[in-house]
Nanobody
Framework: VQLQASGGGLVQAGGSLRLSCAAS????????VGWFRQAPGKEREFVGL????????SYADSVKGRFTISRDNAKNTVYLQMNSLKPEDTAVYYC????????????????WGQGTLVTVSS
């Protein structure tokens, strides 16, 4: 599976951005698709995931209520809608896919996109 993340940019605090993660080479149909982020000098941090089968989602406490993950089956694409952005959300955001149950750990995911930078100014 090849993953392509896009949609990052510069936004003011309180604003919104929508990231996209498009898959090629294989569909997402049997996978979980997750989002992680990594701020400078920090470890890669779990943001959330969607289970392709059924569409249920899970989120980190730090983004719960502000971020929403959704999917478009026809486009084989997953979205991360980010609202009420804060300066501490500034990071490179990565999409990932895999079958892991230990989804909070980046090392357990199988496929990674290249990352897209989100910068939130105060």
């Amino acid at each position: 599976v090849q993953l392509q993340a896009s949609g990052g940019g510069l936004v003011q605090a309180g604003g919104s951005l929508r990231l996209s993660c498009a898959a090629s080479g294989r569909t997402f149909s049997t996978y979980r698709v997750g989002w992680f982020r990594q701020a400078p000098g920090k470890e890669r941090e779990f943001v959330g995931l969607i289970r392709w089968s059924g569409g249920s989602t899970s989120y980190a406490d730090s983004v719960k209520g502000r971020f929403t993950i959704s999917r478009d089956n026809a486009k084989n694409t997953v979205y991360l809608q980010m609202n009420s952005l804060k300066p501490e959300d500034t990071a490179v955001y990565y999409c990932t896919a895999g079958s892991t149950y230990f989804y909070g750990s980046a090392s357990t995911w199988e496929y990674w996109g290249q990352g897209t930078l989100v910068t939130v100014s105060s």
